[in-house]
């Protein structure tokens, strides 16, 4: 999570960027304010660089950010210490983060449900740190070398893909057999597999670099069979049919992750069965006033209730970018993501105070996604001055141009 000491930067905006934070020792990019990819609007972007000075301390920016991320060496799933119940750290593994030890038990078990409080034990278990942190900076690295044709951001966003997704002493298997285990309960569930949304942006990463000469044609096929085998795993598993049938947040985030790896491998028909299943969520999840009661239900309900539509928002990008506008389509019951959108507009821009619990301060810079894309999709006049409001809240410097 972003923190008051960091300088925000919107990088490309609306157009088709990210979000990113600094600070000073490291590079630190919040997991729910990314934005995924417009390739199109971001060659725009890219040709206007050199002409327009508007974009020159953005464009800055990130180089330093990409710069920092040289120094950050491969991870991949055998750092962890304990073995996952198959008996190989090829596997991945995390802990369930709403999951306790039972104080009225002498062992422990089986482990107790807190909403909303996550556990410290689970930073036991790098795997689920490690992964995303390499998916972000894959992206920041495929941005630089995009923008920039230095190679060197490419190769080294090369060798993370490598160490985590190939090379076979360190691969990770393409499953989530293990993902939010529950100590004494399960050695692993359906949740697990919202652990992997940050494949959706290492993903873009690649593509970004896919024209680099790090990125040969043997890591692309190699990655698209890893994928392949992934995709089908979500689809045949019991996990991932528990999952796919999830009737809150994690069946749309199973949607947003599945869509973005059927995208890459190029798989329309997979793509279109998705955005069906995405349209038939949103007409199921959401009510009549364009809110989702199973997220109101949270003890932090205003995270849920936009961490639902940031999953809503990818698939809708994905959509579009396959003829489809998942933006402003009508179900069979009159919802959309306009209509969340519109619902959620006054509590994230901080006009209206939220009523349902919220046990923990909300971070409005998750919302940052939301209204960029309010901002490009659906003609939101007060997003700017929403995003504006939140970077000042959290004492950080927003550079603004021409991008916002």
């Known amino acids: 999570m972003i923190n008051k000491s960091i300088k ?12 990113f934070a600094q600070k000073k020792e490291k590079t630190i990019l919040s997991n729910t304010d990314l934005v995924k990819l417009d390739f199109n609007e971001l ?11 508007n974009l020159q301390p953005a464009y800055k920016e990130l180089i330093k950010n990409a710069e920092d991320l040289l120094g950050y060496k491969p991870v ?31 062992d422990g078990l089986p482990y107790i449900r807190k909403d909303g409080e996550v556990n410290p034990e689970v930073k036991s278990y790098p795997d689920k740190n490690n992964m995303p942190k ?8 495929g941005l630089a070398y995009y923008f920039s044709g230095n190679e060197k951001y490419a190769a080294h966003a090369a060798k993370l893909m490598q160490v985590w997704f190939l090379d076979t002493a360190t691969r990770m298997n393409p ?10 309960i399960t050695t692993g569930r359906a ?42 795993w979500l689809n045949t598993s019991k996990i991932g049919l528990d999952e796919l049938n999830a009737k809150n ?46 997220e109101l239900e949270r003890t932090t309900s205003l995270h ?20 489809v506008d998942f933006y402003h389509l009508q179900t069979k019951s009159g919802k959309s993501f306009q209509k969340g959108f519109d619902a959620i507009l006054p509590f994230i821009s901080q006009k209206e105070k939220w009523t349902y619990q919220e046990i923990k301060p909300f971070h409005f810079s998750d919302a940052f996604a939301l209204l960029l894309r309010g901002k490009s999709k659906m003609n939101c006049s007060e997003c700017d001055e929403a995003i504006k409001k939140a970077a000042e809240q959290k004492n950080v410097e927003l550079l603004l141009s021409n991008l916002l």
Not at 44 to 49: E, H, S, T
Not at 134 to 141: D, K, Q, R
Not at 262 to 278: C, F, G, H, P, W
């Open 175 to 184: 499953n989530v057999n293990f993902g939010q285990a529950i100590k004494g």
């Open 249 to 294: 947040n994690h069946g749309v985030w199973f949607d947003a992750q599945a869509i973005a790896i059927a995208d890459y491998l190029a798989d329309k028909k997979e793509v279109k069965n998705i955005i069906e299943r995405a349209t038939n969520r949103l007409d199921v999840q959401m009510n009549n006033a364009g809110l989702f009661p199973m």
């Open 304 to 323: 849920y209730s936009v961490f639902i539509l940031n999953a809503f928002n990818i698939v809708a990008q994905i959509a579009e970018k396959n003829g």
């Open 76 to 106: 991949s799933v055998m750092e962890k210490k304990e073995y996952p119940p198959s008996g190989t750290k090829h596997d991945y593994m995390s802990i369930g983060p709403y999951w306790w030890s039972d104080p009225t038990k002498a």
């Open 8 to 19: 925000l930067l919107m990088l490309m905006s609306f157009l088709g960027c990210a979000v």
């Open 134 to 141: 390499l998916c972000e900076n894959v992206y920041t690295l």
């Open 191 to 232: 949740e697990g597999i919202i652990d992997t949304r940050q494949f959706i942006f290492a993903l873009d990463g690649v593509q970004l670099i896919k024209n680099s000469k790090a990125w040969t044609t043997a890591n692309d096929k190699a990655l698209k069979s890893w994928f392949t085998q992934y995709l089908n």
């Open 43 to 53: 060659a725009q972007k890219k040709a206007l660089l050199e002409k327009d000075k």
